[in-house]
């Protein structure tokens, strides 16, 4: 049972890799690279390219409008977009580090996914809800998450439109098996390198400290809490050894960890000081840290560049007067963090969902979002398969974002290359593709929180039967 | 041979590899004042001195700055005999040169020291404000400096104290004044404007001489042997000849109007004794710019460059989504390494505003895009520093967003954030409630337990 299951998931995984391998190979084709909803001006592999460029030719690699990614990533990514094989397409090598990429991230979503499951059954078992863990056992999580997010298409088209998202996702990713793992050094540096590439992912230091701290995702607290007085109020005949399990299993889901917290954040603050050297050390002859800063978290904040993408901020900004363009800013940019509190004290006790929210939310509201980021957090929604199955409109958002990915090329072919259309066909479509991200955070939360209110309608029935 | 230069998504970068061919010997006023049409009827002989194509405001400025006018005191000065030596305008001072013109020199132009970049900087704002006022047009754009450039390459001996702006394609002010007739009939008259630039030249340089010109000084012995050794026959001999050796090379030929009458009026013709054949040579060098690709996604900029003899290009380009890294070099239908061409490079990557000579195009603001937009945008002239070449103007066409509607899309994303904002606060605003009120009933349940 366990070897043809293992040998099930890894034939799925070696197709997604030869699927991504066939279409590499064929770039005349498909042209994904110029795709706007493929490339921004932080995720264009010919932006990087261009920058390398400039860095070779004696010129800063942020001079122009080009380049505004990670120097760190335009040092590594670099040399392979000018090693040019002969009869091969371009950027090949790159082709092949993105690929990697994707494996390493599925591999870490399915093994995140399995900690997961393990926490959650043990869990349900201390409260005593054996018939929902009988059901789950036969539920992979882990693999079913790491094939949704191999096979998504948009993982695919990222991918081989050669989009450093690839590289992003892969960092979210560490830093969330990390936390999960309770492996501080790890999870550091996957949060410290998502926040350096990207600047968003700087908002999920709160699911990753709720992680190491409280531990994987859990019922409610109220559960433990109300079962830790009922064991203390009434003495229940029962063995001194299963009465003793019980208590050390209330102790540890009820206490907050601080020792992995305040590891995490040492190696947090150690690996920003390397990270913030090195960069300083790259550009130390173009302007410095400040000037670093203003091209790369600067070109997020005030969104210069007004090229169309999937997101609405494009159009918005292109058309807002002048006069108002900073008040904007602020409230496009306040919306990503007005939703962090409310979202986390109502969600603490589920920390990876959290940091699943937290990624729709970004997604949707940042400066320049492309497939890259839906692809990372439609992987990451299948972790919750089992807790989010009664959500509604699922078949309605499925069938939305399938519309959405075939109408937006044609919108633009409409726009850009017929003439036919203006650029109000593509901004519909974008508008559509963020009132999908809007139902699927909303109906997702609220499908967790009615997970929530069964546990404990279960729970509180259990608890009558006992007194009766 | 031919070299084509390709790149992907439009861009073109200066380079050079230069020959000094050409120099410069002498220069010579035309007689047509401007209006010989030379690339038309010809006229360029290399037996004669490169002619120096004037018009007739710039012959009376570099007159002017030559101090060639006939005033007053430079008839005088060369012993013309005249009767009254004061001003006609204010009739107190001698007639000068600089009473009447100095004023309007410092009105137009401030001095340019050539060493001082804000110098050039200052002159430069200075003459696009005034040819703007005067021609009533929006030439003043290009003193901003996102329009104007610097191409050092390209202008080897103006290093420092140069700039170089075009409005590719600019909408006129077409003036047309008309006047009613009693009779019915209107009749209009053009306004045509014009400026004409006068150049200095330093003439004080070692190489620079004037044979032509210094042939009529080379007999000195009467008004007959002038007659006969100039290099044109004349009709009428002269009363006096006035041969100017020390400060310049120019010859006076004097003819007294009072000596002749009405029967005998004074009639004077000049006639050529050697006959010339004037043709039209064949440019050294044929350079054509023209843009590739399809849509408004994809494209590139080609230049076409013929016969080389050693080439300096330029572009001042204005486009946004420009990758310098995919410039091709194409020599005889062959890809060709680019450092094997390339003696120097200079680049100068566009920024949105801030960069001489770069300006955001193709997803701009709508406060940004030009007045007739659907036009699409025009990309000025690339120069050819061969001998001051310049290839033809490229039109790229724009991608605009309906200008028609910043409320509507205002409104629409701003009522979807609220949608957002509503919706998920709902959600979790409503559960707590919703736990309470379960929290509540399980008291009841439990009053009930203990009266049972």
Same mark, same amino acid.
């Given at each position: 049972?366990?070897?043809?299951?293992?040998?099930?998931?890894?034939?799925?995984?070696?197709?997604?890799?030869?699927?991504?391998?066939?279409?590499?190979?064929?770039?005349?084709?498909?042209?994904?690279?110029?795709?706007?909803?493929?490339?921004?001006?932080?995720?264009s592999?010919?932006?990087?390219?261009?920058?390398?460029?400039?860095?070779?030719?004696?010129?800063?690699?942020?001079?122009?409008?080009?380049?505004?990614?990670?120097?760190?990533?335009?040092?590594?990514?670099?040399?392979?977009?000018?090693?040019?094989?002969?009869?091969?397409?371009?950027?090949?090598l790159?082709?092949?580090?993105?690929?990697?990429?994707?494996?390493?991230?599925?591999?870490?979503?399915?093994?995140a996914g399995?900690?997961?499951?393990?926490?959650y059954?043990?869990?349900?078992?201390?409260?005593?809800?054996?018939?929902?863990?009988?059901?789950?056992?036969?539920?992979?999580?882990?693999?079913?998450?790491?094939?949704?997010?191999?096979?998504?298409?948009?993982?695919?088209?990222?991918?081989?439109?050669?989009?450093?998202?690839?590289?992003?996702?892969?960092?979210?990713?560490?830093s969330?098996?990390?936390?999960?793992?309770?492996?501080?050094?790890?999870?550091?540096?996957?949060?410290?390198?998502?926040?350096?590439?990207?600047?968003?992912?700087?908002?999920?230091?709160?699911?990753?400290?709720?992680?190491?701290?409280?531990?994987?995702?859990?019922?409610?607290?109220?559960?433990?809490?109300q079962?830790?007085?009922?064991?203390?109020?009434?003495?229940i005949p029962?063995?001194?050894?299963?009465?003793?399990?019980?208590?050390?299993?209330?102790?540890?889901?009820?206490?907050?960890?601080?020792?992995?917290?305040?590891?995490?954040?040492f190696?947090?603050?150690?690996?920003?000081?390397?990270?913030?050297?090195l960069?300083?050390?790259?550009?130390?002859?173009?302007?410095?840290?400040?000037?670093?800063?203003?091209?790369?978290?600067?070109?997020?904040?005030?969104?210069?560049?007004?090229?169309?993408?999937?997101?609405?901020?494009?159009y918005?900004?292109?058309?807002?007067?002048?006069?108002?363009?900073?008040?904007?800013?602020?409230?496009?940019?306040?919306?990503?963090?007005?939703?962090?509190?409310?979202?986390?004290?109502?969600?603490?006790?589920?920390?990876?969902?959290?940091?699943?929210v937290?990624?729709?939310?970004?997604?949707?509201?940042?400066?320049?979002?492309?497939?890259?980021?839906?692809?990372?957090?439609?992987?990451?929604?299948?972790?919750?398969?089992?807790?989010?199955?009664?959500?509604?409109?699922s078949?309605?958002?499925?069938?939305?974002?399938?519309?959405?990915s075939?109408?937006?090329?044609?919108?633009?072919?409409?726009?850009?290359?017929?003439?036919?259309?203006?650029?109000?066909?593509?901004?519909?479509?974008?508008?559509?593709y963020?009132?999908?991200?809007?139902?699927?955070?909303?109906?997702?939360?609220?499908?967790?929180?009615?997970?929530?209110?069964?546990?404990?309608?279960?729970?509180?029935?259990?608890?009558?039967?006992?007194?009766? | 041979?031919?070299?084509?230069?390709?790149?992907?998504?439009?861009?073109?970068?200066s380079?050079?590899?230069?020959?000094?061919?050409?120099?410069?010997?002498?220069?010579?006023?035309?007689?047509?004042?401007?209006?010989?049409?030379?690339?038309?009827?010809?006229?360029?002989?290399?037996?004669?001195?490169?002619?120096?194509?004037?018009s007739?405001?710039?012959?009376?400025?570099?007159?002017?700055l030559?101090?060639?006018?006939?005033?007053?005191?430079?008839?005088?000065?060369?012993?013309?005999?005249?009767?009254?030596?004061?001003?006609?305008?204010?009739?107190?001072?001698?007639?000068?040169?600089?009473?009447y013109?100095?004023?309007?020199m410092?009105?137009?132009?401030?001095?340019?020291?050539?060493?001082?970049?804000d110098?050039?900087?200052?002159?430069?704002?200075?003459? +696009?404000?005034?040819? *703007?006022?005067?021609?009533c047009a929006? &030439? %003043?754009?290009?003193?901003?400096? $996102?329009?104007?450039?610097? @191409?050092?390459?390209?202008?080897?001996?103006?290093?420092?104290?140069?700039?170089?702006?075009?409005?590719?394609?600019?909408?006129?002010?077409?003036?047309?004044? +008309?006047?009613?007739? *009693?009779?019915?009939?209107?009749s209009? &008259? %053009?306004?045509?404007?014009?400026? $004409?630039?006068?150049?200095? @030249?330093?003439?004080?340089?070692a190489?620079?001489?004037?044979?032509?010109?210094?042939?009529?000084?080379?007999?000195?012995?009467?008004?007959?042997?002038?007659?006969?050794?100039?290099?044109?026959?004349?009709?009428?001999?002269?009363?006096?000849?006035?041969?100017?050796?020390?400060?310049?090379?120019?010859?006076?030929?004097?003819?007294?109007?009072?000596?002749?009458t009405?029967?005998?009026?004074?009639?004077?013709?000049?006639?050529?004794?050697?006959?010339?054949?004037?043709?039209?040579?064949?440019?050294?060098?044929?350079?054509?710019?023209?843009?590739?690709?399809?849509?408004?996604?994809?494209?590139?900029?080609?230049?076409?460059?013929?016969?080389?003899?050693?080439?300096?290009?330029?572009?001042?380009?204005?486009e946004?989504?420009?990758?310098?890294?995919?410039?091709?070099?194409?020599?005889?239908?062959?890809?060709?390494?680019l450092t094997?061409?390339?003696?120097?490079?200079?680049?100068?990557?566009?920024?949105?505003?801030?960069?001489?000579?770069?300006?955001?195009?193709?997803?701009?603001?709508?406060?940004?895009?030009?007045?007739?937009?659907?036009?699409?945008?025009?990309?000025?002239?690339?120069?050819?520093?061969?001998?001051?070449?310049?290839?033809?103007?490229?039109?790229?066409?724009?991608?605009?967003?309906?200008?028609?509607?910043p409320?509507?899309v205002?409104?629409?994303?701003?009522?979807?954030?609220?949608?957002?904002?509503?919706?998920?606060?709902?959600?979790?605003?409503?559960?707590?409630?919703?736990?309470?009120?379960?929290?509540?009933?399980?008291?009841?349940?439990?009053?009930?337990?203990?009266?049972?």
């Open positions: 049972m366990m070897k043809k299951k293992v040998q099930w998931f890894w034939t799925w995984v070696l197709g997604s890799v030869v699927l991504r391998l066939i279409l590499l190979f064929f770039p005349k084709n498909l042209n994904l690279s110029s795709r706007p909803e493929v490339s921004t001006p932080l995720t592999l010919r932006r990087l390219a261009e920058g390398y460029w400039l860095k070779q030719s004696s010129l800063s690699p942020y001079a122009g409008s080009m380049y505004h990614g990670s120097p760190l990533l335009l040092t590594l990514l670099g040399p392979l977009t000018v090693r040019r094989i002969e009869g091969q397409p371009d950027h090949l790159c082709s092949l580090v993105f690929v990697i990429a994707d494996v390493v991230s599925a591999m870490l979503i399915c093994a399995e900690k997961l499951k393990v926490a059954i043990s869990s349900l078992q201390s409260l005593g809800l054996h018939n929902l863990t009988e059901n789950s056992e036969f539920l992979p999580s882990g693999d079913f998450a790491a094939l949704v997010y191999l096979w998504n298409p948009f993982t695919i088209v990222a991918c081989v439109g050669l989009s450093t998202s690839a590289i992003e996702n892969l960092m979210v990713v560490l969330l098996y990390g936390a999960c793992s309770r492996l501080a050094p790890l999870a550091a540096f996957g949060w410290v390198m998502a926040t350096h590439l990207s600047l968003y992912p700087a908002i999920l230091i709160i699911p990753v400290i709720l992680l190491l701290g409280y531990g994987p995702d859990a019922p409610p607290r109220k559960l433990f809490c079962r830790k007085n009922l064991e203390g109020g009434n003495s029962s063995d001194s050894c299963s009465e003793e399990e019980a208590k050390n299993q209330l102790k540890v889901a009820n206490v907050f960890s601080w020792r992995p917290v305040v590891l995490f954040l190696w947090a603050l150690l690996w920003s000081s390397y990270v913030l050297v960069c300083g050390i790259y550009v130390q002859q173009y302007g410095g840290l400040q000037e670093l800063f203003k091209r790369t978290y600067g070109f997020i904040l005030t969104i210069q560049d007004l090229s169309p993408n999937i997101g609405v901020l494009w918005f900004f292109a058309e807002v007067f002048d006069f108002f363009r900073n008040f904007f800013l602020i409230v496009f940019h306040g919306n990503i963090l007005l939703m962090i509190a409310p979202l986390a004290l109502r969600l603490n006790h589920r920390p990876c969902f959290l940091a699943f937290y990624i729709v939310i970004s997604s949707m509201l940042k400066s320049y979002p492309s497939v890259g980021d839906s692809a990372l957090y439609l992987g990451l929604l299948g972790l919750f398969a089992y807790e989010l199955k009664d959500m509604q409109f078949f309605f958002l499925f069938s939305g974002y399938i519309g959405v075939l109408l937006s090329p044609v919108m633009h072919n409409l726009w850009i290359w017929r003439g036919t259309g203006n650029a109000n066909f593509y901004f519909a479509t974008a508008i559509a963020v009132c999908l991200q809007i139902i699927l955070v909303v109906e997702s939360v609220s499908a967790m929180l009615n997970h929530d209110r069964k546990l404990t309608k279960l729970y509180t029935a259990k608890l009558q039967n006992i007194k009766s | 041979r031919t070299i084509r230069l390709y790149q992907c998504h439009l861009h073109l970068i380079y050079t590899k230069r020959y000094s061919l050409y120099t410069m010997n002498g220069y010579l006023l035309s007689f047509t004042q401007g209006r010989w049409n030379y690339e038309r009827w010809g006229g360029f002989d290399s037996n004669i001195e490169p002619q120096c194509k004037a007739r405001a710039a012959t009376f400025t570099w007159r002017l030559k101090d060639r006018l006939p005033t007053k005191g430079n008839l005088l000065r060369r012993n013309i005999i005249i009767q009254d030596a004061d001003c006609p305008l204010c009739g107190q001072v001698q007639e000068e040169v600089q009473k013109h100095i004023k309007t410092e009105l137009s132009f401030n001095k340019v020291d050539g060493t001082m970049i110098g050039v900087g200052a002159s430069w704002k200075n003459l +696009s404000h005034s040819l *703007s006022g005067l021609f929006s &030439i %003043n754009f290009v003193e901003s400096s $996102t329009t104007y450039s610097a @191409p050092e390459l390209a202008f080897q001996s103006a290093l420092g104290s140069l700039r170089y702006g075009t409005l590719p394609r600019e909408a006129r002010l077409h003036l047309t004044m +008309s006047t009613d007739h *009693s009779d019915g009939s209107r209009g &008259i %053009n306004l045509e404007q014009t400026v $004409t630039v006068v150049l200095q @030249p330093n003439d004080q340089k190489g620079m001489n004037h044979k032509s010109t210094a042939k009529f000084a080379v007999n000195d012995t009467g008004p007959e042997d002038f007659r006969r050794n100039a290099g044109f026959e004349l009709s009428v001999t002269p009363k006096r000849v006035h041969a100017e050796m020390e400060t310049s090379s120019s010859i006076l030929y004097e003819y007294p109007i009072k000596e002749y009405e029967t005998e009026q004074f009639d004077l013709g000049l006639t050529w004794k050697h006959p010339i054949v004037w043709y039209s040579p064949h440019a050294p060098l044929y350079a054509s710019r023209f843009s590739m690709g399809s849509g408004n996604e994809r494209g590139a900029i080609a230049i076409s460059l013929k016969l080389i003899q050693g080439l300096v290009a330029i572009n001042n380009v204005k946004r989504c420009i990758y310098y890294h995919t410039l091709q070099l194409v020599v005889d239908e062959r890809p060709q390494a094997d061409f390339v003696e120097r490079m200079r680049v100068s990557p566009s920024e949105d505003k801030v960069s001489p000579g770069v300006m955001e195009m193709g997803f701009l603001h709508i406060d940004e895009y030009p007045p007739d937009v659907n036009q699409g945008f025009g990309i000025p002239s690339a120069i050819i520093s061969f001998p001051d070449f310049h290839a033809e103007l490229l039109l790229v066409p724009l991608t605009t967003p309906d200008f028609g509607m409320y509507n205002i409104t629409i994303t701003c009522t979807v954030f609220a949608l957002y904002f509503e919706s998920l606060l709902n959600v979790l605003w409503r559960g707590v409630g919703e736990e309470e009120r379960l929290l509540k009933n399980k008291g009841i349940a439990v009053a009930w337990q203990y009266y049972s």
